[in-house]
C-alpha cells in the first residue's frame, strides 16, 4: 500500500516568493495535517483538515493556507517567503474521523534564501 | 515548564544492547501516547500508539506507560545499528484535532556495530 506521498521533495526559492506544497493520503484516510519541523525540534502543527473542512490550524501567520480537494489530496500554500520559512514541512494523514495516529510523508524540504 | 520533556541525547550503544529511552509530561489529562522513530532527512514513522497506562509489545519494541508518575518509556531489544534515528514521544488528552498533540523534542540514538 503507498503511504502519504508529498510532493516535491526539495524546493528553493528565495525571499519573498510564493510556495505549494503537495501531499496524498493515504488510500481510505480522510484527514490530513501539515506540521513544519526545525532541525532538533519536534514538528510543529500548522493545520488539519477532514472531509475538505479546516479542523485545527495552529500558530502559523496568515501567510500559511491549506486547503483539501475531493479526493483528500491537500495543498499548503506560503506566501511572502521569509528566512524563518526553511524548514521540513511534512504532511500526516489520519483515519479514525481523523483522531487516528498520524502517517507521515516524507516531507518537504524548503530553504528560502 | 514545558508540557512534554524528553532528553536530546545523544545516547550511544554498541550492538545488541537493551535501549530505553523517556519522556516525562505534566498533563494528567493525556491518555494517548505515541513514539515516532524518523531517520536523517525522512518523516517520523510511527513505531507504537498506546492508551491509557499499561504495557505494549511489537516485536523488539515496547512501550510502557506510567500514568501515576507522568512517564513513558520505549525498550528496544538486540538493538541493530538500523535502529540509529531519532525518536520522538508525543501524547494527546484524547478526541481532538491534532492542535492538541504535543509533542517532544526527540532523543537522538546511535547504535554501533
Known amino acids: 500500500d503507498a503511504g502519504v506521498t508529498q510532493s516535491p521533495t526539495h524546493l528553493i526559492k528565495t525571499r519573498g516568493q510564493h510556495v505549494t506544497l503537495r501531499c496524498s493520503p493515504i488510500?481510505?484516510?480522510?484527514?490530513v495535517s501539515w506540521y513544519q519541523q526545525v532541525l532538533g525540534q519536534g514538528p510543529q502543527f500548522i493545520f488539519q483538515?477532514?472531509?475538505?473542512?479546516?479542523?485545527g490550524r495552529g500558530n502559523f501567520p496568515d501567510r500559511f493556507s491549506a486547503r483539501q480537494f475531493p479526493n483528500y489530496s491537500s495543498e499548503l500554500n506560503v506566501n511572502a517567503l521569509l528566512l524563518g520559512d526553511s524548514a521540513l514541512y511534512l504532511c500526516?494523514?489520519?483515519?479514525?474521523?481523523?483522531?487516528?495516529?498520524?502517517?507521515f510523508g516524507n516531507g518537504t524540504r524548503l530553504t528560502v534564501t | 515548564q514545558k508540557e512534554v520533556e524528553q532528553d536530546p541525547g545523544p545516547l550511544s550503544v554498541p550492538e545488541g544492547a537493551i535501549v530505553s529511552l523517556n519522556c516525562t509530561y505534566s498533563?494528567?489529562?493525556?491518555?494517548?501516547f505515541m513514539w515516532y522513530r524518523q531517520y536523517s532527512r525522512k518523516g517520523p514513522e510511527l513505531l507504537m500508539y498506546?492508551?491509557s497506562s499499561g504495557n505494549k509489545e511489537d516485536g523488539r519494541f515496547t512501550a510502557q506507560v506510567d500514568k501515576s508518575s507522568k512517564y513513558i518509556s520505549l525498550f528496544i531489544r538486540d538493538s541493530q545499528p538500523s535502529d540509529s534515528a531519532t525518536y520522538l514521544c508525543?501524547?494527546?488528552?484524547?478526541?481532538?484535532?491534532?492542535?492538541?498533540?504535543?509533542w517532544g523534542l526527540g532523543t537522538s540514538l546511535a547504535v554501533n556495530p
Open positions: 498506546t492508551y
Open positions: 483538515y477532514y472531509e475538505k473542512e479546516e479542523r
Open positions: 508525543a501524547m494527546r488528552a484524547g478526541a481532538g484535532n491534532n492542535r492538541k498533540l504535543i
Open positions: 500526516a494523514s489520519s483515519s479514525g474521523g481523523g483522531y487516528g495516529p498520524l502517517h
Open positions: 498533563n494528567s489529562a493525556f491518555q494517548y
Open positions: 488510500s481510505g484516510h480522510k484527514s
